[in-house]
T-cell receptor
Framework: GENVEQHPSTLSVQEGDSAVIKCTYS??????FPWYKQELGKGPQLIID?????GEKKDQRIAVTLNKTAKHFSLHITETQPEDSAVYFC????????????FGRGTSLIVHP | DTEVTQTPKHLVMGMTNKKSLKCEQH?????MYWYKQKAKKPPELMFV???????INESVPSRFSPECPNSSLLNLHLHALQPEDSALYLC????????????????FGNGTRLTVT
């Protein structure tokens, strides 16, 4: 089955800095890669996703890049703000196939004011 | 606010109690999920309903019993739980199930925080 590795487990930055979270996956058939943000006391919420036929996608301060050859994808957050503090999960799934996502272990992002 | 509503938000139950967790979505999604989440861990899949039929049971103990009364509702019936079952129970839904080519992210509720005493 699919295996998703996520690093780092904890990331501490100053407000205004950039943050990068990296994930690798094992199953070359995976073709859909969502990122979820989980704030304290809430469920995970989708913040951005990317399909395997796209190399990069941006949404304001958030971007995701995908390298299919190397089987890794990354989340980039620029100009971080304290409200970005949360746990971030990457995931990989096969749309059109098993479709159930495999989650990474999560990254706790702390943005210091 | 999330479009997936879970009740109750908190639940404390003894090991001999019977209780139910409820989940509701009105997005027209045809796949619904139960996840269990322990502190500082990713969500762990328990059950998947696709078009109101149980399609995946991840070898969950029988003290957890899912039910999907209709396409908008999902229940999780709890009986004779153990203290190690204490966790955040998350419901999620997605547009489609197996075989679809749609990009279909999960939409999570905010969960039920369950404590078994």
């Amino acid at each position: 089955g699919e295996n998703v590795e996520q690093h780092p487990s904890t990331l501490s930055v100053q407000e205004g800095d950039s943050a990068v979270i990296k994930c690798t996956y094992s199953d070359s058939a995976s073709n859909y890669f969502p990122w979820y943000k989980q704030e304290l006391g809430k469920g995970p919420q989708l913040i951005i996703d990317i399909r395997s036929n796209v190399g990069e996608k941006k949404d304001q301060r958030i971007a995701v890049t995908l390298n299919k050859t190397a089987k890794h994808f990354s989340l980039h957050i620029t100009e971080t703000q304290p409200e970005d503090s949360a746990v971030y999960f990457c995931a990989a799934s096969i749309q059109g196939g098993s479709y159930i996502p495999t989650f990474g272990r999560g990254t706790s992002l702390i943005v210091h004011p | 606010d999330t479009e997936v509503t879970q009740t109750p938000k908190h639940l404390v139950m003894g090991m001999t109690n019977k209780k139910s967790l409820k989940c509701e979505q009105h997005m027209g999604h045809r796949a619904m999920y139960w996840y269990k989440q322990k502190a500082k861990k990713p969500p762990e899949l328990m059950f998947v309903y696709s078009y109101e039929k149980l399609s995946i049971n991840e070898s969950v103990p029988s003290r957890f019993s899912p039910e999907c009364p209709n396409s908008s509702l999902l229940n999780l019936h709890l009986h004779a739980l153990q203290p190690e079952d204490s966790a955040l129970y998350l419901c999620a839904s997605s547009q489609a199930g197996q075989g679809t080519v749609l990009d279909s992210p999960l939409h999570f509720g905010n969960g039920t925080r369950l404590t078994v005493t």
